[in-house]
């Protein structure tokens, strides 16, 4: 029993910043890898950024350089920083947690992220 529980996000100007967290509750045993997706309207959905339980990370080319993924294994928590946001960005946020023994992947709710030119 897994739940992921997602804050932040909101209305931001274009060159603003944004972070977004992602708490982990329930059974986390043999969780490894974590990310953020997003899908924006009429577009499919796509990995952000993931990060590995030894920290380890990657990143969707549209956002190098931009955002930085992190988590804090104590607090079962991972974060999106989001720097020099873009109107491209705008799209509703996913944090996702997969289970690398039973192979499951689990869910937030997702935010909705706006960036205003």
């Known amino acids: 029993q897994v739940q992921l529980a997602q804050s932040g996000g909101g209305l931001v100007q274009a060159g603003g910043s944004l972070r977004l967290s992602c708490v982990v509750s329930?059974?986390?045993?043999?969780?490894?890898?974590m990310g953020w997706y997003r899908q924006a309207p009429g577009k499919q959905r796509e990995l952000v950024a993931g990060i590995s339980s030894g920290g380890s990370t990657n990143y969707a080319d549209s956002v190098k350089g931009r955002f930085t993924i992190s988590r804090d294994n104590a607090k079962n928590t991972v974060y999106l920083q989001m720097n020099s946001l873009k109107p491209e960005d705008t799209a509703v946020y996913y944090c996702n947690a997969h289970n690398s023994v039973t192979r499951m992947d689990y869910w937030g709710k997702g935010t909705l992220v706006t960036v205003s030119s």
């Open positions: 329930g059974s986390i045993f043999s969780i490894d890898h």
